[in-house]
Structure formats: structure tokens, C-alpha cells
């Protein structure tokens, strides 16, 4: 059984409740911290090792220690929690049912960033979720946890709640502050960063759900002891929502370090392929990570396995390896299209494109309408090197990583998978049923042709 | 200050100027191109990607390289900074790149479009594309919609430049163009569909970089290469007067800002004068209009020839072409 420090708590009955919680030791870590100077805290969550748990990995610590202590302005601190990767909803879960965790990593993170004033904005489409939040925080308020002087001390603070609009793109974090200052959700350029100038220009920090509620355990077991779990540079626990074709779908949190192979196919995590099939391929952290073929995603390409941390996954760079992301973790059984499921991909990067800059707005509605055609049985042979050159010209050329994230899935498909892209040019009547691969799975062609 | 090279050419710069500025210090082909960036309207750049560099040294302090291409309009120089546009594959590469994804929804009707002749992307497109399309599928199209009595839009055309957006909110009063929906269906809007009406709002047709806005006072007159360019000013009492006459014989057809060898306008005028002084006598004529870009518009001679430029502009290219002559028959076969 693995350790857990987020989700220790998350099965008592009535733990969205104040009393509940408190009584399991929350808030702890806003009274041990109040006890602290702000930069003690700050230093204990870079010693964690802590790092962002929103996709880039970025040390949370460090970003910390980038903000604007000089400025005369206020600061402020940002939850991100418009969770709308496709693969994603670790953090839908975490708020819906512990949402005082995130409330208190707001106040305990607000307190050492010294932010007077925090936000969540939380993606439109949880809307239940923002009623809860609102519930949890009257609460606290109720609780002198927020408002003024907290517990006594000279320590004010209020936190809200933002519904977002439903994009997307709101996810990146200089949309988002565009989108809370009630701007159009366009990314802005950088430098200068949030952290000089973000929300209304003022210093501002930006986490993730799960970076913030990290710092609750961080502060109440000290960094050492939170050090102690996971493998180097990964330190600590990690939430990972898993779907696709297992047995047990869910959101689990795994001590970073776990062997794939072991959550793959064990009980107490996914328990193996549904209907008994074979793994085809596992796409890591979220849509708009590399995939990676079963051979690839159980061991690197030295041979050694590969473990469910920011530097195994990375292994190989993107020629053999992958990221952790944001921890959706997408498994695909051996019947699955991986041409249409690159073709969905591409159609939500399209859909999601917020249209500012040119290589991402024009870029992945061609390369979704190319995946369309191959698909759908009427691609060309060159159709598969044209994808490879769009997504190229993509990638590293926009204003914000939404255009990565749109080239990096179909690029490293074909890249693992071109086999099956050719299959689909040459059997063009095979694959015009969506379920093509479930009735007849494919043979490499080139047996087949020599047969 | 600070001391930048680009392309080789070292040049100091005062802190905070962008490598494009620094770039057009120094002028000639090192320049990169660009679609959004307009310098008189603040935040506009970083969108259109076309000016896309490679920093191959961030600074004296930290030599180490941006890892990515970097919009060259709204990324400041450091002292040391080395900056390669030209020399750098990666950066054509891309910026071929930039162009084709510009082109593959243009609706290339140049042949019926008001601003070719004058338009930007018209010169990029002859400078990086390619002499074919690879985009096979249907072009995004949009109906033509009135702003106000004066302007055409025409969204087919557009790049999303944002340049008018830019306009409407700092040159005019009262916010009402924008930008609507995502992604490539992006489109921009007056608020539901309401008539700009304001002095300057004519602006926008000048900053639009293709024919999305024209000037509906001029729409179908003339190819703007049969008109005659002149300088000309009167004294105005909302903006500076002067302003660039486009006539044929003695009629005028349109009044325009005057655009810089960038194609970009630093004296703004007013809706007056573009579209109230259409007669040549409501004018002083200053003399022909010297047109700095490449064009075909500077092609029929409207000014007085530079014989001394023009000869060492042969001299130049004749330079140019030695040693790159046609390789002679082998076999003979060529002769007719």
C-alpha cells in the first residue's frame, strides 16, 4: 500500500465539512506556519523539492523566490485549477471531495508569499465543484481562518472563486490572468512574467491545485520527511488520474518512484488490461504529452524500467521518451486506432486554439483535417511526412506551449506508429468503419503483403 | 545602453529597444519582416511570428543561447546580445513556415483586391513562399460587413494582425471593435456589427497590413499602381493635415496617412480629411510621393529618377550576377 498525504483523509465521510476536517488535523499547517516568518515557509517548500504538478514540473519553491518582493504593489497569489486537459480531472477530484485542503494550501501559501488577496479560477464546466469551494471557504471564514486577523494574528486574508469561460487555453497561465481580470483569454507575451507583473501587473504567483494543496504536508511533516519520498529530483507523492482501457480507472496517488509497469498492472492501481487484451500504447500525462508504444512505456530504450517520475519518463528525450505532465494517464488496449485517436487529439487542439498567433491558428486545423482524410481512408502517402513538416513549424513557434501541445501528440505518432498511418493509406477500405482495429486487428502490412 | 550584433553587424542601442528597432537602425536586408508589430500602437506584436530571430548569445552576462526562436518586435536587447536573422536556417525555415500558414486561408484574390500592389503580405509571400499551395481543403470565408459608411471588411482577408483592434481602442473613444470567437474562426468585429463612428476610425484601414479594410470611398476605382502618389498637406484643425493624395489626372481618389519605408504610419489623420477633401484645390500640393518599399507603384516613374542611385543600383546587381552565368552547351544540341 502505498503512502498517502493528500488523499489520507479523502474516504471519511463529511471530510468537505469544516468540523470534519479540523478534526482530522486540518489547518494545522496555517497555525504551524503563522508561527513561522513567511520566508521560513518558502524555504521549506523549496527544500521539499517540491515541483509544479500543472504539466511543466517547474520547482514550486523556485517560483516562489522569483516574486517581486520589492515592488510596493500588492501580490497576489492564483490557483490554477481550469483542469481541461483531455486525460486530466485529478484535480476536479481532490477539490470535490477535500476541498479544505486546497483552501487551507491557499492560506498557508498566501501567508509565506505575503498575498493579501487570492483566487481560484476554476474551469466553468465544475460548476458544482465552485459551490462547494464557496460552501468550504463561508466556513472558514466562519472559522477565522480567512478574513481578518487570522487565528489572532496580524496575518489578513481574503480568498475567491472565479468561474473561467470554458476554454481551454484559460489553463495557460497568463490567459488565465487575462480571463480573471475579464480580458479575452489571449496569452500574453513573455517577459515580462507573472511573477513581475501578472494579475493587474502586480506580482503574482500561479499554481497548480496540486501544488498548493502540497504545501499542507510539506509545512505539517517538514520537507525532510517529504523529501524522503519519491526517487531524486521527484520528490514527494503525485496524483494521477488514469482512464482508458483497465480495469480500474480512477484517480490514485502514487509515491513518485512507482515502476509503470507496476501501476499498469497492479490491483491496488489499474489492474492490468480490460477483456484481458495487450497494452498498445500509454499516453503519460495528458493529451498533449509524446505517446509512447507498450515496449517504449514499460522500459526506456536502454532497457532499464521506467518509473513514474519527471526524469524516467523524460528518458530518451522526445526520440524514446515522454513527460509526466499533469499525471493523465491514458492507457490504450491493442484495438485501438491510434490514427483516430491522434485525429481526436488534433480536432480538440484545433477546437481549443485561441487564434492569436498564426502557426497555431491555422497550423492545427490543417493538421486536423489531413488526420481526418487518413482516417477516413482518402490519405496520400506524402499526407504523413506533410504532418511531420506542419507539426514542425509549429512546435517552438507560438506565443504560448498551447501549439507544443498540439504538435507534439500527432509528431510523436507518427514517429512511434508510422506503420499504421501507411496502413491506412494503403487498405483505405479497411479502416472506413471507426471501429476498424476491434474487428480485425492490424497486421504489420508488410507481412501481409509478402504473404 | 546596449551593444547588440545581428546578422554580424554590431550596433549600440539604448536599453529596452526591441531587436526589431535595432535591426532597423541599422537598415538593408537584416531587417525582418513585419505583419503585426506597428510601433505607434502600444502592446501591438508578437502574433503574426514572421519576425521570428534566433538569439544565438542572450547576453555579455549570460551568453547562454534562447532556446527558442523569439518574436523579434517585443523582445528586448541586452548588452552582448547576438542576434542571427538571416544567417540562421532555422529562422527562414521558419519564417517560410510562418508565411505558408498565412497564405493557406488567404483567400488569393489579389487580382480583384484593392491593396494589392500595397500589400504586405503580397511581399512576403513573393519573398518567403512557396510557388505552390500544399493545402488542399476548403478556405475559411466570412461575409463582407459594412463598419460604418466609410470602411469594408472583408475578414476573408484578414491575418488577425490585430493592428485595427489597436486603433480602435487607443486612437478612438469608446470600445466597440474587437475580436470574436477562437481559434481560426477568430474573426474581427465592430459590437454586433455596429457602425464605428469616430474621426480617426479611418485609421484603420492605413494599419491593416492585406485588404481586410479598405476604404469603401475607393473600392474598385483603380489599381493603386495606375494612381499617381502625391505628397500634400492643409491645415486641419483635428490632426496634422498631411496626408498622401492618390490621383489620376486631376481627380483625387483617396487620401491616405503617409506610411514610412516600414509601411507603417506615424502622423495619423482624421476622417475629414480622407474622406471630405476629395478635390485637388482643397490642397497644397508639396510634390510626387517617394514610395520606399518595393512596389510596382514606384515603378511607372511618378518621380524624378535618381540617375547617380540608379547606376549604382546596376552596378550592384551586375556585381550580383557575376559568376553566376548560364553554364554553356557541352554537346551543342542547344543551338536553333
Redesign the interface.
Known amino acids: 500500500m502505498g503512502k498517502h498525504i493528500l488523499f489520507e483523509h479523502i474516504n471519511i465521510p463529511g471530510i468537505e465539512n469544516f468540523s470534519i476536517y479540523r478534526k482530522n488535523g486540518g489547518y494545522a499547517s496555517v497555525e504551524k506556519a503563522l508561527k513561522m516568518t513567511a520566508d521560513q515557509v518558502i524555504e521549506e517548500v523549496k527544500e521539499s523539492g517540491l515541483r509544479g504538478r500543472g504539466g511543466a514540473g517547474f520547482p514550486t519553491g523556485l517560483k516562489w523566490s522569483f516574486l517581486d518582493r520589492k515592488s510596493e504593489k500588492p501580490r497576489y497569489l492564483v490557483c490554477n485549477a481550469d483542469e481541461s486537459e483531455p486525460g486530466t480531472f485529478k484535480d476536479r477530484y481532490l477539490m470535490e471531495k477535500i476541498p479544505h485542503l486546497l483552501i487551507e494550501g491557499m492560506i498557508t501559501s498566501s501567508y509565506a508569499l505575503g498575498a493579501k488577496t487570492s483566487f481560484i479560477y476554476v474551469r466553468g464546466e465544475y460548476m458544482y465543484v465552485i459551490r462547494i469551494l464557496e460552501k468550504a471557504i463561508q466556513e472558514a471564514y466562519d472559522n477565522g481562518f480567512l478574513g481578518k486577523n487570522i487565528l489572532g494574528s496580524d496575518f489578513s486574508h481574503d480568498l475567491y472563486v472565479q468561474p473561467g469561460g470554458g476554454a481551454y487555453i484559460c489553463g495557460e497561465e497568463t490567459a488565465l490572468l487575462e480571463s480573471l481580470e475579464g480580458k479575452r483569454g489571449n496569452p500574453r507575451l513573455k517577459p515580462p512574467f507573472p511573477a513581475i507583473a501578472g494579475l493587474y501587473a502586480c506580482p503574482t504567483v500561479v499554481n497548480n491545485v496540486e501544488s498548493i494543496a502540497a504545501v499542507v504536508p510539506i509545512i505539517n511533516m517538514t520537507a525532510d520527511k517529504y523529501n524522503d519520498m519519491g526517487i531524486g529530483k521527484s520528490t514527494g507523492t503525485k496524483i494521477i488520474s488514469a482512464s482508458g482501457h483497465i480495469n480500474k480507472p480512477g484517480v490514485y496517488e502514487i509515491e513518485l518512484g512507482l515502476p509503470v509497469e507496476e501501476f499498469i498492472y497492479s490491483d491496488e492501481y489499474c489492474g492490468g488490461i480490460w477483456k484481458g487484451r495487450k497494452l498498445k500504447a500509454v499516453v503519460a500525462g495528458g493529451s498533449s504529452v509524446p505517446i509512447l508504444p507498450a515496449e517504449l512505456i514499460l522500459k526506456n530504450a536502454k532497457g532499464e524500467p521506467r518509473l513514474m517520475t519527471y526524469e524516467s519518463l523524460a528518458e530518451g528525450g522526445f526520440v524514446s521518451g515522454t513527460m509526466l505532465g499533469s499525471g493523465g494517464f491514458i492507457v490504450m488496449d491493442e484495438t485501438t486506432c491510434i490514427v483516430r485517436n491522434t485525429w481526436t487529439y488534433a480536432r480538440f487542439y484545433h477546437h481549443e486554439s485561441c487564434g492569436q498567433c498564426s502557426p497555431c491558428r491555422e497550423g492545427t486545423g490543417w493538421m486536423e483535417k489531413v488526420l481526418h482524410r487518413i482516417e477516413h481512408g482518402n490519405g496520400r502517402m506524402e499526407d504523413i511526412d506533410l504532418l511531420v513538416d506542419v507539426a514542425k513549424k509549429i512546435e517552438g513557434n507560438t506565443i504560448c506551449p498551447l501549439g507544443d501541445a498540439a504538435a507534439w501528440p500527432v509528431a510523436s505518432a507518427i514517429r512511434h506508429f508510422r506503420e499504421e498511418f501507411e496502413y491506412h493509406v494503403r487498405y483505405p477500405e479497411k479502416v472506413k468503419n471507426p471501429k476498424h482495429f476491434e474487428l480485425e486487428p492490424m497486421v504489420s502490412y508488410q507481412v501481409s503483403v509478402n504473404s | 545602453m546596449a551593444k547588440v550584433t545581428i546578422d554580424g553587424v554590431e550596433i549600440e542601442v539604448a536599453n529596452g529597444t526591441t531587436i526589431l528597432n535595432a535591426a532597423r537602425q541599422i537598415g538593408g536586408d537584416l531587417v525582418p519582416p513585419a505583419m503585426c508589430y506597428y510601433s505607434s500602437l502600444k502592446d501591438s506584436?508578437?502574433?503574426?511570428?514572421?519576425c521570428?530571430v534566433k538569439v544565438a548569445q542572450g547576453s555579455a552576462k549570460d551568453p547562454r543561447p534562447i532556446p527558442?526562436?523569439v518574436?523579434s518586435c517585443?523582445t528586448?536587447v541586452a548588452d552582448g546580445m547576438v542576434v542571427e536573422n538571416l544567417t540562421s536556417k532555422d529562422v527562414l525555415?521558419?519564417r517560410k513556415?510562418?508565411v505558408?500558414?498565412?497564405l493557406?486561408?488567404h483567400p488569393l484574390d489579389c487580382p480583384v483586391c484593392d491593396q494589392a500592389g500595397e500589400c504586405d503580405l503580397q511581399n512576403l509571400a513573393y519573398e518567403h513562399g512557396a510557388e505552390a499551395t500544399?493545402?488542399e481543403?476548403e478556405r475559411r470565408t466570412f461575409d463582407k460587413i459594412d463598419i460604418g459608411d466609410k470602411i469594408k471588411l472583408h475578414m476573408t482577408r484578414c491575418?488577425?494582425c490585430?493592428r485595427c483592434t489597436f486603433v480602435a481602442n487607443q486612437l478612438t473613444d469608446g470600445r466597440s471593435h474587437?475580436?470574436l470567437?477562437?481559434?481560426?474562426?477568430?474573426e474581427i468585429s465592430t459590437y454586433i456589427e455596429k457602425a464605428i463612428d469616430n474621426d480617426f476610425s479611418g485609421n484603420m484601414i492605413d494599419v491593416c497590413p492585406v485588404g481586410a479594410l479598405t476604404d469603401k470611398t475607393f473600392r474598385f476605382k483603380s489599381r493603386v499602381w495606375f494612381t499617381n502618389p502625391k505628397d500634400a498637406h492643409r491645415d486641419c484643425k483635428k490632426c496634422s493635415g498631411k496626408v498622401v493624395l492618390w490621383t489620376k489626372g486631376e481627380e483625387v481618389l483617396r487620401v491616405t496617412a503617409r506610411k514610412d519605408q516600414y509601411g507603417e504610419v506615424k502622423e495619423f489623420i482624421c476622417n475629414e480629411c480622407r474622406y471630405d477633401h476629395k478635390n485637388i484645390s482643397d490642397w497644397i500640393v508639396e510634390g510626387p510621393r517617394h514610395i520606399d518599399r518595393d512596389s510596382v507603384i514606384s515603378q511607372n516613374h511618378y518621380e524624378k529618377i535618381d540617375l547617380q542611385k540608379l547606376k549604382k543600383e546596376v552596378e550592384r546587381q551586375l556585381e550580383f550576377q557575376k559568376g553566376k552565368q548560364l553554364p554553356e552547351s557541352t554537346n551543342g544540341s542547344m543551338k536553333v
Request: charged content about 25%; hydrophobic content about 35%; some cysteine.
Open positions: 506584436g508578437g502574433k503574426c511570428r514572421v521570428l527558442k526562436l518574436a517585443r528586448p525555415e521558419a513556415g510562418v505558408e500558414f498565412l493557406i486561408n500544399r493545402y481543403f491575418i488577425l490585430y474587437g475580436v470567437n477562437r481559434g481560426d474562426h477568430s
